[in-house]
């Protein structure tokens, strides 16, 4: 069982900056993927990145690529989000997520394929 743990929202104006970091303990030995998602009122939760547990491919949507950077550190079981360059429409409840069955790449961005939710943490953008 992996359990998560989000930190690092808050909020910020239009332009600048937030790193999200979540830890992870439990059976993460088992961690194949890890991704950051994201919910805005009245809408559904959207991929944002991912990162394999072991190598270091990472995926983006097109929303985010080139302003948001995902990270890992397999010492201390933790997934970052570095976010530059915020927008408005990046307000949302960012979540973590984890999963310990290896997906070809188009799979990672699918949230059904996750085993293992944080509690998400609010980052609002404004203008």
């Known amino acids: 069982q992996v359990q998560l743990v989000e930190s690092g929202g808050g909020s910020v104006r239009a332009g600048d900056s937030l790193r999200l970091s979540c830890a992870a303990s439990g059976g993460t030995f088992s961690t194949q993927a890890m991704a950051w998602f994201r919910q805005a009122p009245g809408k559904e939760r959207e991929f944002v990145a991912a990162?394999?547990?072991?190598?270091?491919?990472?995926y983006y949507a097109d929303s985010v690529k080139g302003r948001f950077t995902i990270s890992r550190d397999n010492i201390k079981n933790t997934v970052d989000l570095q976010m530059n360059s915020l927008k408005p429409e990046d307000t949302a409840v960012y979540y973590c997520?984890?999963?310990?069955?290896?997906?070809?790449?188009?799979?990672?961005?699918?949230?059904?394929?996750?085993?293992?939710w944080g509690q998400g943490t609010q980052v609002t953008v404004s203008s």
């Open positions: 990162i394999r547990w072991s190598g270091s491919t990472t």
């Open positions: 997520a984890a999963t310990t069955v290896y997906y070809i790449s188009i799979l990672l961005l699918q949230r059904s394929r996750y085993d293992y």
